[in-house]
């Protein structure tokens, strides 16, 4: 995987319209490279980040640890120096990736993949098993992670309730966000999806666990950068191939925590 950069300001940040990445990936794809190669990309992206986020995590829970007279988890991460994804990462030692069944959900099965494979104890939550995933290449990402002997190496979540999505989430790290990406547009989220991103913003006040967002946080209208009804609060946000304009506007800026470009290979 090339290497990601993180912008702590848009100065030469390459910026696509939502629109226009959909056809510089359908262009990618025409030259060759396949949309499951450039997941397969993204994922890998995705859990560089996550393994970053790992010492952050221990950091902010040793904090919430020591006491009332230390500051807040949230508050210990902001102001923490921020650390890029590097070969040498720490490996997350327990990580919840929450995967909708689009292909922003497919970057989140092939970074679970990973990083069960890097020693990670992974849980995948997702509304229906690999093979009921609609989108493409999602659903062939989320079946090639449950093929072969011994896979899948994670523990799959389908539908949780409640209950039981809070009690992952507070034993979790590192949280990935993989719910919702470019293709979503809307003021409303709908269930499951709302509980699981109010759940991991209140995993993250009061756990300190880290968010990464695929993409862009779930809930933030990328073109726009309007949240929904119901809006991932993210540490770090790895976003693909070219940062979408919603992401640099105030609000997009709010919910995105440090901001990575992964460029997959590709010239934007
Ligand atoms: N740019 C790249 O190089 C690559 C991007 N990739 C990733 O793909 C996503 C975009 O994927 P797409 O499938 O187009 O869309 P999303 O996954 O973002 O969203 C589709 C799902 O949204 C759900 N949806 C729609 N409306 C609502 C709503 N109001 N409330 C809740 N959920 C909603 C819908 O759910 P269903 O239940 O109806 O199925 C869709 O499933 C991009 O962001 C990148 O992460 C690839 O990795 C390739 C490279
Ligand atoms: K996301």
């Not at 809070?166 to 590192?174: K, Q, T, W």
């Not at 293709?183 to 709302?194: L, M």
Request: charged fraction near 20%; charge should be negative; include cysteine.
């Amino acid at each position: 995987m090339d290497a990601m950069t993180a912008w702590d300001d848009a100065a030469g940040l390459p910026v696509l319209d939502v629109g226009q990445v959909v056809a510089l990936e359908r262009r990618i794809a025409a030259e060759g490279t396949s949309l499951y190669e450039l997941m397969r990309r993204a994922g890998a992206a995705v859990a560089e980040a996550a393994c970053a986020e790992t010492a952050a995590a221990e950091a902010a829970r040793a904090k919430a640890a020591a006491g009332p007279g230390n500051a807040a988890p949230g508050e210990a991460a902001a102001m923490q120096p921020a650390t890029a994804p590097a070969e040498a990462a720490p490996e997350p030692s327990s990580v919840v990736v929450l995967a909708g069944s689009g292909n922003n959900g497919g970057d989140g099965w092939v970074a679970a993949s990973l990083l069960a494979g890097r020693g990670a104890n992974v849980t995948l939550v997702t509304k229906a098993p690999a093979g009921q995933v609609r989108a493409e290449p999602a659903r062939t990402a989320a079946i090639d992670a449950c093929s072969g002997p011994g896979t899948p190496r994670f523990t799959i979540a389908v539908d949780p309730d409640a209950a039981q999505l809070d009690a992952l989430l507070s034993r979790a790290d590192v949280v990935v966000d993989a719910v919702l990406g470019t293709g979503f547009a809307h003021r409303e989220v709908r269930e499951p999806y709302a509980t699981w991103i109010d759940a991991a913003n209140r995993a993250r006040r009061t756990t300190g666990v880290r968010v990464v967002a695929v993409d862009v946080p779930s809930g933030l209208n990328a073109q726009t950068g309007e949240s929904a009804d119901s809006c991932v609060q993210a540490d770090v946000t790895v976003t693909m191939l070219a940062a979408k304009p919603g992401l640099l506007t105030a609000g997009g800026k709010a919910q995105t925590g440090r901001l990575f470009l992964a460029p997959l290979g590709c010239d934007a």
